[in-house]
């Protein structure tokens, strides 16, 4: 990597952290919400669609459901 490539993965990481093995992106109001990797989030969209609480709603609301139990 050139200095350039150096600068700017640092500015993209920036609100990234590892925590315990775990990585996490810092959101609105300093709230850690955990990164999903695609297979575990479309686990979570599948539930949220046809389980328990399940419910026709709009993608932005499910969404929000996600950001609001600490996901991203």
């Not at 500015?11 to 992106?25: A, D, H, N, Q």
């Not at 669609?49 to 609001?68: P, S, T, W, Y």
Request: aromatic fraction near 6%; hydrophobic fraction near 35%.
């Amino acid at each position: 990597m050139n200095l350039v490539e150096k600068q700017k993965l640092t500015r993209k990481s920036k609100p990234f952290t590892l925590k315990e093995g775990i990585v996490y992106r810092m959101g609105q109001g300093n709230k850690m919400r955990r990164c999903l990797t695609t297979s575990k989030a479309q686990n979570i969209l599948k539930e949220l669609h046809e389980g328990v609480a399940r419910g026709q709603f709009v993608i932005d609301i499910i969404a929000k459901k996600n950001l609001d139990v600490g996901y991203w």
